[in-house]
């Protein structure tokens, strides 16, 4: 696995208005949680095999608009 959820990782995250940037917070349970990353390599190179697959066209030009 590349990524885990977080365990006993009670809190939220605060995300700064004016930069964009998040931190984790730690404090009372919520119903937010957070992904470790384990091996950014492995999950990159899954990323970027999902981005260069052909495109997944439907079978009949018709299910386009369904």
Do not use: R
């Not at 931190?23 to 119903?31: A, E, L, Q, T, V």
């Not at 052909?54 to 018709?62: G, M, R, S």
């Amino acid at each position: 696995m590349f990524t885990s959820e977080c365990t006993n990782c009670d809190g939220v995250n605060s995300i700064d208005p004016a930069t964009g940037k998040n931190k984790w917070i730690p404090g009372p349970k919520s119903n937010q949680t957070y992904l470790l990353l384990h091996d950014g390599t492995a999950a990159g190179n899954a990323i970027d095999d999902l981005l260069c697959q052909p495109p997944k066209l439907p079978q009949h030009p018709a299910d386009i608009f369904a």
